[in-house]
């Protein structure tokens, strides 16, 4: 297979015959906990923390089921290095309490989306940039002169970050339709969040569990996405 692909194969082999039934299984954890977890945001249940940190290492339950079916071994690498360190995003106050848990979660995410970057481009191109992605770059644009004046001290963290996260929804488009799809779902919960975080009084209660409703559905589309599309590429 050559990662330059720019269009994708046929599938072949074991992929026309879709989804194995362990590969399904595999994400049935995630799925429940997920619904359970945004369902204690809206019903505000002591639940909600716990619930939290399991999303990510459930996620990654996929991932290890595909996992000997997946060449290079730097996809897997890369997918779970991005699983991982958004769990440290996530529990960034739980597991530094002393830390600056904003500043840590930037960091966090932002190597996250690094690694996804990377995956989209080197593994997961399957056609060019559309001409859509361009919207990418208006929201940056727009979420800057609209919540830069609100950060403080933190904008040029906040610029940074924000161009990781528009860089993995516009790389996310040049894979699968599913993962970008994702991508974008990725995008608007950080946005929602980012309101939140830097707009308190602004919005309703409900964009709490909307926050990590989108996020994750995309979280979940995106590893689902590049799962599927190099097991179409690959046949395996």
Not at 173 to 192: E, K, M, N, Q, T
Not at 195 to 207: K, V, Y
């Amino acid at each position: 297979m050559s990662a330059a692909s720019s269009t994708p194969q046929r599938p072949s082999g074991t992929a026309r015959q879709g989804i194995r039934p362990l590969d399904a299984i595999a994400w049935v954890p995630y799925i429940v906990l997920a619904v359970v977890h945004v369902w204690a945001l809206a019903s505000d249940s002591p639940i909600a923390a716990p619930t939290k940190l399991t999303l990510m290492p459930l996620l990654a339950i996929p991932v290890l089921a595909a996992a000997p079916r997946l060449r290079p071994r730097t996809i897997v690498a890369l997918l779970l290095g991005a699983l991982l360190f958004s769990w440290l995003g996530d529990g960034a106050g739980a597991f530094f309490p002393g830390g600056p848990e904003l500043p840590l979660m930037l960091l966090f995410f932002g190597v996250a989306h690094i690694g996804y970057i990377v995956l989209f481009l080197r593994f997961a191109r399957m056609r060019r940039m559309p001409w859509w992605a361009l919207v990418y770059v208006a929201w940056w644009v727009g979420m800057m002169l609209f919540l830069g004046p609100h950060t403080g001290g933190l904008i040029f963290a906040v610029a940074a970050y924000g161009l990781v996260l528009a860089g993995t929804a516009a790389t996310a488009a040049r894979s699968h339709p599913i993962v970008a799809v994702g991508g974008a779902f990725f995008l608007a919960s950080d946005s929602i969040l980012a309101l939140r975080l830097f707009l308190p009084d602004g919005l309703p209660d409900w964009t709490s569990p909307a926050v990590m409703l989108t996020y994750t559905i995309g979280q979940g589309l995106i590893v689902w996405g590049v799962l599927r599309a190099l097991g179409r590429r690959t046949g395996r």
